[in-house]
Structure formats: structure tokens, C-alpha cells
């Protein structure tokens, strides 16, 4: 019975010893400080980011704030690019901006009257060409002839009446851009001054298209001139040539009459 007994703890003596834990230090805290680093960068990164979401917190705060005062510029003083937009065309008026002077260069043309050309004197510079010789005894002209002239004057006289209207014009858009540049040095707000440079730069367009339309009237002045003097060169250099033709065709008919012609003595004579 004794024997048993030492068997049996024989048998289990093995498998105690089996479950025994083997802890070794060293990996242990190798284990623990790779943990701790790992935790330590983490939380690092969660500080980055909390800064950085922190810094763009502030800035979306700025931006609203700087929102928030642009708004409450607009209702106190409004929009100075819509308000300068309308206060321009209030002021001088689409159709104002688009008025023109003067009639068109084909217009002119066919007004032309060749008659009214002769009596032309151009407020008294000139004399009235008659239609007698020097002689005093009345002649037929040929209008046609004058009508080229009739276009020249006509073109004039438009110029003379879109010089005219321009001048007034012009001198209303002087007095409006001289008001306009004194209140722009006074102006209070920058609105104001963004309103009134929109106005300055209105006046400044307008007269410059005062400007051209004159020089468009002189321009078509000088065109009507220089295709005068183009037709007469060419009417000249045809006369010219109609001459020389001329010579040349009588040249061919006397040859052909004396070639036709046979003359014979009647009666001789000795000498």
C-alpha cells in the first residue's frame, strides 16, 4: 500500500514542474519601453493636430469676422461697383452715350445738289459763280459736272454743324469732370471714391468719342477732297489720251484721202 502511494506522487511530480512561468527581465523591459515610445510619438501627433486644427479655427474665425464687416459696409454705404454703374448711367444716360453728330458720307452724297454748289459762298468767303460769260450774256451749264463739288461743300457744312454741337457737348462734359475730380479729393469713403473714379473714367470716354466724331467729320471731308482730285487726274490723263487718238485717227483719214486722190497734168509744157 506504501509503494502505491510513492507511485502515484512519482507520476505527478513531473507535470507540476511542467506549468512552471519562465519571466525573463531583460525582454521585459525592452518590450515595456518600445510600448512607451509608441505611445509617447502618438500622442505627440494627436498635440500636432489638435494645434492645427486650433490654428485653422482661428483663421475660419478671421475670415467670418472679416465677412461679418464687409457686410456691414455694404448696408451702411452699398455696393460701389452697382451703385457707380447705375449713378453713371443715371447721370449721362444711355442714350446720351450713344448720341451721335452729323449725317453719313453717303448721306452727304446724296444731298449733293450741284445747283446750291454754285451759289455756295461759304458764309461770304467766297463770290456766287454765275451763269453768264464775260461778255454778260447767259450760258447753259451742265450740272453733272458740279455735283462732285456739290459733295465737298455739303460735307463741309456737316462739319461745321457737328463742330458746332460737339462744342456744347464738350463744354457740359468739362464742367461735369471738373465737379466730379473736386469731390473725389473730398470724398469720405472709399465707396465714394471708387463711385466717382467710375464717373471720371464715363466723362473721360465721352470725350474722347467727342473728339473722334470730329476728326471722323474731317477725316470724311478730306476723303470727298482727295477722290475730287483723283476723278480730275484721271478726266485729265483720258483727255490726253482721247488727244493722241485723235491726232492719230485724222493722221489715218488725211493718208487715206490723199492715197484716193490721183492728180494728172491737163497740158505740159516745156520749160
Request: glycine share 4%; net charge neutral.
Amino acid at each position: 500500500m506504501k509503494s502505491s502511494r510513492f507511485l502515484f506522487l512519482g507520476f505527478l511530480v513531473p507535470s507540476a514542474f511542467a506549468q512552471w512561468i519562465v519571466n525573463d527581465p531583460i525582454n521585459t523591459a525592452i518590450n515595456t519601453g518600445i510600448q512607451s515610445a509608441q505611445i509617447a510619438n502618438h500622442v505627440e501627433v494627436l498635440r500636432q493636430w489638435a494645434a492645427q486644427l486650433e490654428n485653422l479655427n482661428r483663421q475660419i474665425r478671421q475670415l467670418e469676422d472679416q465677412l461679418a464687416e464687409q457686410r456691414r459696409i455694404r448696408e451702411v454705404l452699398g455696393n460701389p461697383t452697382a451703385a457707380g454703374s447705375q449713378m453713371v448711367m443715371d447721370k449721362l444716360a444711355p442714350a446720351e452715350m450713344a448720341r451721335t453728330s452729323g449725317e453719313t458720307l453717303r448721306a452727304v452724297r446724296r444731298l449733293a445738289d450741284a445747283t446750291a454748289s454754285l451759289r455756295h459762298t461759304a458764309d461770304g468767303i467766297y463770290g456766287e459763280l454765275e451763269n453768264r460769260t464775260a461778255l454778260g450774256r447767259a450760258f447753259t451749264r451742265q450740272p453733272a459736272a458740279y455735283r462732285r463739288y456739290a459733295a465737298v461743300d455739303q460735307q463741309a457744312d456737316n462739319l461745321g454743324r457737328v463742330y458746332d454741337d460737339t462744342a456744347a457737348r464738350q463744354t457740359v462734359l468739362q464742367a461735369d469732370l471738373a465737379t466730379t475730380v473736386a469731390s473725389l479729393k473730398t470724398a469720405p469713403t472709399q465707396a465714394e471714391v471708387d463711385k466717382l473714379n467710375v464717373k471720371v473714367a464715363a466723362l473721360n470716354g465721352q470725350l474722347a468719342l467727342v473728339a473722334a466724331q470730329r476728326r471722323d467729320e474731317t477725316d470724311k471731308l478730306s476723303a470727298q477732297q482727295i477722290q475730287n482730285e483723283n476723278q480730275a487726274a484721271k478726266e485729265r490723263q483720258d483727255m490726253l489720251e482721247k488727244q493722241v487718238a485723235e491726232e492719230r485717227q485724222t493722221l489715218d483719214v488725211v493718208n487715206a484721202w490723199q492715197r484716193a486722190v490721183q492728180l494728172t497734168p491737163g497740158t505740159y509744157t516745156r520749160p
